[in-house]
């Protein structure tokens, strides 16, 4: 599963600004089972291990790229927000804030 790049742990997004999340594609496996990408927002609250997931940020990109861009959605402010990645296998990234 390809390593989330960006966000970073505390990283700070604004609703309604354009951002672009990134992730580690070189060791990317020969045989990709499903190339289609997808960003989805969740959150993690600490003492939960689960990834209560919400809103499709982006999706049908392909998962070689590396990076897509995107406006960050209105949602209430927290620091406890993750971005999952959907693709060959799913990947979370640190928690960070909007």
Same mark, same amino acid.
Request: proline share 7%.
């Given at each position: 599963?390809?390593?989330?790049?960006?966000?970073?742990?505390?990283?700070?997004?604004?609703? %309604? @600004?354009?951002?672009?999340?990134?992730?580690?594609?070189? /060791?990317?496996?020969?045989?990709? !089972?499903? $190339? +289609?990408?997808?960003?989805?927002?969740?959150?993690?609250?600490?003492?939960?291990?689960?990834?209560?997931? %919400? @809103?499709?940020?982006?999706?049908?990109?392909?998962?070689? /790229?590396?990076?897509?861009?995107? !406006?960050? $959605? +209105?949602?209430?402010?927290?620091?406890?927000?993750?971005?999952?990645?959907?693709?060959?296998?799913?990947?979370?990234?640190?928690?960070?804030?909007?």
């Amino acid at each position: 599963s390809p390593r989330i790049t960006y966000p970073i742990a505390g990283s700070t997004w604004i609703s %309604g @600004e354009m951002t672009t999340v990134t992730w580690d594609t070189t /060791d990317a496996p020969v045989n990709i !089972t499903n $190339p +289609n990408g997808r960003v989805v927002l969740g959150q993690k609250t600490t003492g939960d291990d689960s990834e209560h997931l %919400g @809103e499709v940020l982006a999706e049908n990109f392909s998962i070689l /790229d590396g990076n897509i861009s995107f !406006t960050i $959605p +209105n949602v209430p402010e927290s620091d406890d927000y993750i971005i999952v990645l959907f693709g060959d296998s799913g990947n979370a990234s640190p928690k960070f804030n909007i």
